[in-house]
């Protein structure tokens, strides 16, 4: 019963769905800061966004059809289909002067994705919790009523172990990767652009 909730939780906030959903909330809270902004000017961010999901998600589920992938190429294909799709999204951000937020979120999981694709072939350690935290303690960053975001992803932590996808070690190895990325942001990023809790 436990491992059946913890394989339903753990596809709710599958990293496709919870990254972009995340995206999406960044796009709509950056847009609502801007004092400049109507109506016409959410359309192209929101375009940049499904641009950039449309793009990591046709890597990650069409280079297994095109590709033999050992065991871990899901999570091969999963990452490059991140840093791809982020980049592109930070790029259209940089190229829009749209706005720090979405900008550093992009950096941010671009940056998180380099050490994963490393470590990915020798130790499994948690896309999920990765791509749960990262993203979700940047928007908890930006502004503390994201809480609910975060905390669905610190449940991601013990949930990837309770489903039988990975060892406590892998996903808690993935939530300390995450923060330390995140500590890292914060900490060194210029303070124009760092996200500063309201």
């Not at 046709?58 to 065991?71: F, N, R, T």
């Not at 900008?103 to 749960?132: N, Q, R």
Request: include cysteine.
């Amino acid at each position: 019963m436990l491992a059946a909730a913890a394989r339903t939780y753990s596809a709710v906030f599958a990293p496709e769905l919870f990254v972009l959903l995340c995206a999406l909330l960044l796009v709509g809270y950056e847009w609502r800061g801007d004092p400049d902004r109507s109506p016409s000017d959410l359309a192209p961010r929101v375009g940049v966004v499904g641009i950039g999901w449309a793009l990591a998600f046709a890597v990650y589920e069409g280079v297994p059809l095109l590709v033999d992938l050992p065991a871990w190429g899901s999570d091969l294909t999963g990452s490059v289909g991140v840093g791809v799709g982020l980049g592109i999204i930070w790029l259209g951000w940089r190229l829009g002067g749209w706005g720090p937020l979405v900008e550093g979120f992009a950096a941010l999981l671009v940056a998180v994705t380099v050490p994963h694709l490393l470590i990915t072939p020798f130790w499994a350690v948690s896309s999920h919790v990765l791509y749960a935290l990262a993203p979700a303690g940047y928007l908890f960053a930006v502004d503390r009523r994201f809480a609910p975001l975060f905390a669905a992803g610190l449940g991601m932590i013990a949930v990837r172990p309770l489903a039988g996808a990975h060892t406590w070690g892998e996903s808690v190895g993935a939530a300390l990767l995450a923060g330390a990325f995140l500590v890292a942001l914060l900490r060194f990023s210029p303070p124009a652009t760092r996200p500063t809790a309201a």
